[in-house]
């Protein structure tokens, strides 16, 4: 009876632990001194020849869809991107989320580009999972649309943990 007790016990606490380890939101400071409050990024889409991770970035003011799309452009083009993210939700929507930055981190092995998810939107952001992204570059032909296969959900589960552990 001591065994199988323990056994759930032991059960009890892997599965809580795999449910705290999804609200692990980590943090770092920005080089103008701002602090910047971060997942690590889940694989949206992975082929042989392409891949995109995406997660969520806030300041506490503002959510931020981070994306990671490897093969990325050369910096020199990288920094061309400046058009809006186009995303698809399940809610059959289409959004529109405003170019905010571009950043190459990790010694220039990691691009990241971040857009701006609208305050009117972030309802529907917090509900539905995310289906398609449309990433543009402009002056080349780097367009790329991305059916997500993966972690679909990823989104949300990111958004309910900030606005859990800030209240919201």
Do not use: W
Request: net charge positive; charged share 25%.
């Amino acid at each position: 009876m001591k065994k199988i007790s323990l056994i759930i016990l032991l059960f009890m606490f892997l599965f809580n632990s795999k449910a705290m380890g999804q609200c692990d939101v980590k943090n770092k400071i920005q080089a103008d001194g701002s602090m910047v409050y971060y997942f690590d990024p889940a694989v949206f889409y992975t082929t042989k020849s392409k891949s995109l991770k995406i997660n969520i970035v806030t300041d506490k003011e503002h959510y931020f869809v981070s994306l990671q799309p490897t093969p990325f452009p050369s910096k020199k083009d990288g920094k061309k991107i400046k058009n809006d993210l186009i995303i698809h939700l399940a809610d059959n929507k289409v959004y529109k989320l405003a170019h905010y930055d571009t950043q190459y981190m990790r010694n220039d092995s990691v691009m990241q580009v971040l857009y701006l998810i609208d305050a009117k939107d972030l309802a529907s952001f917090s509900k539905f999972e995310a289906l398609l992204a449309e990433i543009s570059l402009e002056e080349t032909d780097f367009v790329h649309n991305y059916t997500f296969k993966l972690h679909k959900d990823a989104i949300v589960k990111q958004l309910a943990c900030f606005m859990e552990k800030e209240g919201k």
